[in-house]
């Protein structure tokens, strides 16, 4: 099939599905682009970006979930996109995205990197949770091409070599038809990055959650490579694994996350722990246990210093040298996590019969569970299911206050995310351990018993009802956006809630019904001046809403409502039939 020049339009300007220019057709030109730089001294990186296997995302879903699809990743690129760049749809999975610079700012390469870090969290198609990977072709203007056409021709090469190692490759353009490909070019530089010390650990620290205190580390792995800056282990580990360096490497990493640690609590720092991922290929060593144990002995390490992670896939090999390796690090008395549980398809059978302490939840999961039922069941039932085993649970991957909030009222017991600090190296984290407890505020329980939260777009509403109700004593949480509310549920324990039916962007009917199965023990009411007598009736039979009333209100009535509301919910709590 031929490829259209970039030139012609085909009289669509922006892309309907993502919502992107085509390539020259009213959005940035191509050539313009280039002229623009070479009157400026710059370079362009042109980034050919095609989407892994979406071509069976779309036969096994359907198009309408692949549209859908490409919107979402559409709207990831944009927006990981750096300021002054550029980025057009080229066909149906595949993307451009340009960017000019000199000298230390974003190039080529460092463009790639951020848009795949953009795609570590899977994609959320409700029902469907999906994983996404790019691969990315890179061509650079002058130095491969000398005008728009033959820059996209050698972008389009440079990603055929990026997917010839298979997905989520990234491949520079390159002029001698010999030289090896990015991928390959790693693979040789494996055991000269040991020996040179270009493998270096990242820390993110992992909070407890009765009062945001540092309880410890989860360690990452990065490489600092002279040509292509710090590289994610998405980059890299695949590759790691094909040459048959995995254990090696994850030897490396559990020595270097123990010295580490050795030296924090030489410092006086004995409260810290640290969690480290231990690859498969060591676990399934016959020697493993002992080399841990050599290292916690030359360190002078307790074993219940260390968390060992471990991934779903090596718990389902049922190999009996892995439960014995497992039982004796348990033995020693090191905390055993599995590690993203619930992106593995481990049974409930093999989670049972390994002597595990610990789940970690993995992001995506975590990602909207303030506002999405099904992730917030979800989220819930890991929680339970790991307290019923007797095992404690962390949340990896939080970034907001209210996810904070949601999983605190769920009782999950430790947490690990961006809103605390990224992962940094050892040398940066001396202020954060200064500090121990993060986020106070967030974790003060000062909160009155009774919390009531009203919605409604008007803010002159909010106003009255805030003055309303006021001098009854009640902590009173105001949105005017169904966001702004779910946000605010998650970080407070509201019993009662007040919505306006019509609103923007949800109904107050369908907002209450999503709080019902996400806070069941709430107790919801509706106040409109717009009676649509079968929604509401609907709604109340169902279950998703207490009360409904109508506007103008009577000040004394509705306060009266509001109390019998509290009441409710104070008698439901003690287990009396409130409703």
């Known amino acids: ?14 892309d309907p599905v993502t919502a992107l220019y085509r390539l020259g057709a009213g959005g940035p030109n191509l050539s313009t682009v280039l002229a623009a730089a070479s009157a400026t001294g710059r370079r362009v990186a042109l980034l050919h970006i095609d989407v892994d296997r979406f071509r069976s995302l779309n036969e096994n879903m ?16 944009h927006k990981a996109m750096p300021t002054g760049s550029w980025l057009w749809r080229l066909s149906s999975d595949e993307f451009l ?35 996404i990977t790019l691969s990315i072709g890179i061509a650079v203007y002058p130095d491969h091409a000398r005008d728009a056409a033959a820059l996209l021709a050698t972008a389009e090469q440079a990603i055929r070599r990026a997917k010839h190692d298979g997905p989520n490759g990234i491949g520079l353009y390159s002029l001698e038809a010999g030289e090896r490909s990015n991928g390959e070019d790693l693979s040789r530089r494996f055991v000269d990055a040991i020996a040179n010390s270009e493998f270096r650990l990242f820390h993110q620290p992992v909070v407890n959650a009765h ?51 050795a030296r924090w609590r030489n410092e006086g720092l004995d409260y810290l722990n640290m969690s480290v991922h231990l690859a498969s290929p060591m676990l399934t060593r016959p020697d493993c246990l002992d080399v841990i144990g050599e290292l916690l002995h030359r360190f002078n390490l307790p074993a219940s210093a260390m968390e060992f992670e471990i991934a779903e896939s ?9 439960y014995d390796t497992l039982t004796g690090l348990r033995g020693l008395g090191a905390t055993l996590t599995v590690q993203d549980f619930g992106m593995g398809g481990l049974s409930f059978a093999a989670l049972a019969q390994y002597p595990l302490d610990r789940l970690k939840i993995d992001r995506s999961f975590i990602h909207s569970v303030e506002s999405d039922p099904r992730s ?23 970034e907001s206050e209210a996810e904070l909030g949601f999983l605190r009222r769920n009782h999950c017991d430790f947490f690990q995310g961006y809103l605390f600090a990224p992962p940094l190296p050892a040398e940066e ?38 003055r309303l109700f006021r001098r009854d004593g009640y902590q009173i949480l105001t949105a005017n956006s169904v966001a702004e509310a779910f946000d605010l549920l998650a970080s407070n324990n509201a019993q009662v809630i007040l919505s306006d039916q019509r609103m923007p962007d949800m109904s107050g009917t369908e907002f ?10 709430t107790v919801r009411m509706v106040l409109s001046g717009y009676t649509d007598l079968a929604t509401i009736t609907e709604a109340i039979n169902h279950g998703a809403i207490y009360r409904f009333i109508t506007k103008p209100w009577n000040d004394d009535e509705l306060r009266e409502h509001i109390r019998d509301a509290f009441r409710a919910h104070e008698r439901r709590t003690a287990g009396e039939a409130a409703f």
Do not use: C
């Open 314 to 322: 090596v718990l389902g090999l049922d190999a009996r040298h892995i």
């Open 62 to 77: 359907g198009e309408m979930v692949g549209d859908q699809a490409l919107a979402a990743i559409a709207q990831r690129l």
């Open 211 to 261: 009062d945001g205190s540092i309880a410890g580390f989860s360690t990452v792995l990065r490489w600092q490579t002279e040509q292509q800056g710090l590289l994610r282990p998405n980059r890299f580990l695949q590759l790691v694994e094909r040459v048959g360096l995995s254990a090696r490497v994850g030897q490396w990493v559990v020595e270097s996350a123990a010295s580490q640690l």
């Open 376 to 398: 917030a069941a979800i989220v819930r039932g890991i929680i339970a299911m790991g307290h019923r085993l007797g095992m404690k649970v962390t949340a990896k991957g939080v």
């Open 97 to 131: 995205a340009g960017v000019g610079y000199r000298g230390e700012e974003t190039d080529g390469s460092m463009l790639a990197e951020r848009l795949r870090d953009a795609f570590e969290t899977p994609l959320s198609i409700p029902p469907y949770t999906l994983p």
């Open 429 to 466: 984290l001396d202020e954060l351990i200064r500090k121990r407890f993060l986020l106070p505020d967030a974790f003060a329980a000062t909160r009155p018993e009774r919390t009531l939260l009203l919605l409604d777009d008007e803010e002159n509403v909010l106003r009255s009802l805030v």
């Open 512 to 521: 209450l019904t999503r709080v019902r199965d996400l806070y069941p023990d």
């Open 1 to 14: 099939m031929m490829r259209p020049r970039y030139d012609e339009s085909g009289g669509v300007s922006v």
